[in-house]
């Protein structure tokens, strides 16, 4: 079963990372643009096929699908272990909030998801939607911060800045990283 998920995975980056750091989980990275999620399907099959005979990047895979939506369908109550979110879409206007991907409404639904003591991770570049991801899990009675001294010891959480490929682009443009990780409390 799926124990990792990463919610619009973009062009796989952190995916394939999370393939190779963690080789006994199955990871599956969500995307909503068709076009995007088919090259991660190619990358990951060349992946497989350039590595045939290590038997690395079997557990991990992509498929389009719409996370606001269609969470409930792919996964059982309690199923995943950790929960990724990064670099997602700010929607500045604040007649678009609704469309963030952390609201408190989604953050029920990803409770449910989550087993007890699993993790959400976000990571932006945008220091408003930052706060606004950190407020809204701050708020919510089903989660609880993860200290700075537990993530300097949890690869997961070392990896977010710079194994996706809009990670690797604020690096080379120098820019700020704004980074919550919180834990399911029940």
């Known amino acids: 079963r799926v124990e990792f998920l990463d919610v619009g995975c973009g062009f796989g980056g952190y ?21 995007v999620s088919e090259y991660v399907r190619e990358r990951i099959d060349a992946l497989r096929k350039n590595h045939e005979g290590e038997g690395t990047y079997q557990n991990i895979a992509c498929f389009r699908a719409n996370a606001m939506r269609d969470l409930p369908h792919y996964f059982r109550k309690h199923q995943l272990k950790k929960l990724f979110f990064l ?44 706060e606004w991801m950190r407020d809204h899990l701050e708020r919510h009675p089903m989660f609880a911060r993860v200290s700075d001294e537990e993530l300097a010891e949890d690869p997961a959480a070392q990896h977010l800045p710079s194994a996706s490929e809009e990670g690797q682009k604020v690096a080379r ?12 409390t029940a």
């Open 173 to 184: 443009n120098c820019g700020k990283t704004f980074r919550s990780v919180y834990r399911k």
């Open 87 to 130: 670099f997602p879409d700010p929607h500045f206007k604040a007649s678009n909030h609704r469309r963030r991907i952390i609201t408190t409404t989604l953050l029920d639904e990803y409770a449910y998801l989550l087993a007890p003591g699993g993790m959400i991770y976000t990571i932006t570049d945008v220091a408003e939607l930052g």
């Open 15 to 35: 995916l394939v990372k999370l393939g190779t750091t963690f080789p006994d989980v199955l990871s599956l990275g969500l995307e909503i643009r068709d076009k």
